[in-house]
C-alpha cells in the first residue's frame, strides 16, 4: 500500500512545477501536522492517514487511504485518496482524486474534482470556476464562475454565479432543487430531462440535449 501511495504522490508532483522545493516531506504510516506547526514552504506526504490541522505557507501535495485538510493552506492543494475531506482554507487551486470527496471550504481560484462521490458543503466558496468528474455529486455551495459536470448523477442545491454545462448520465438523476441559483445559462445532457424543482431560478437559458444512458453514462468505477 506505501510503494502505491509512493507512486500517486509523484505522479501529482508532477503537476506543479518543475522548480518547486519541497520544504518538508513525509511517508508513513500516519502524517499529522499538529494545529499549533506552521510549514514554511510546500507539504508533501504519503501515509494511511494525512491529517493537517496546522498552516501550510506553501503547497500541499498528500495522497493516503485517508485525507483530511482542516488548516490554512496559503498556496494549492493537490491531493488522492479514499476518502478526501476539505474543511479549511485554500488560497489557490484544489486538485483532488478520491472515492469520496467533501469539500467544506473556501478555495481561492478553481476546483478540480474526481471522485465517486462528491459532496460540496454549504460552506464551501469556489472562487472561480469548477470542474467535477463523478459518478455521484451533490452540491450546496457557492461556486463564482462556472460549473463544468461530467457524473452519473447531480444534485444541485447551491449557486453559481456563471454557467453551468452538464453532462449527467443516469436518467432522472439531474436535480435543480429549490434552494439553487445558476446566474448564467444551463447547458446539459443526459438520457432525461432535469428535474428542476420549485424556488430554483436559472437566470439565463437552458440548452437540454438527450443521451442514451447505457452509451454515455459515466460511471465512478470509469472515472477512477
Known sequence: MKQKLKYILVGL?????PSMVFAKQMTKANVIVPADETIDGNFYAAGE?????GT????????????QINGTVAGDVIAA??????????????RVAGGDVILESVVGK??????????ISPNAAIGLSALVMAGNVDMHGLIERDLTALVGALKLNGTVNGNVDAKVGEPDQFYVQSQALIGGDLKYKSPSQANVLSGATIEGSV???TMRSDKDSPKAESIL
Open 56 to 67: 501550510v505557507l506553501g503547497d500541499v501535495i498528500v495522497a493516503g487511504g485517508m485525507v
Open 81 to 94: 485518496g479514499g476518502q478526501i475531506r476539505i474543511t479549511g482554507p485554500v488560497q489557490g487551486d484544489v
Open 207 to 209: 440548452d437540454y440535449d
Open 49 to 53: 492517514q494525512v491529517v493537517i490541522d
Open 13 to 17: 508532483a508532477l503537476l506543479l512545477t
Open 110 to 119: 478553481n476546483l478540480t474534482l474526481m471522485a465517486g462521490n462528491a459532496y
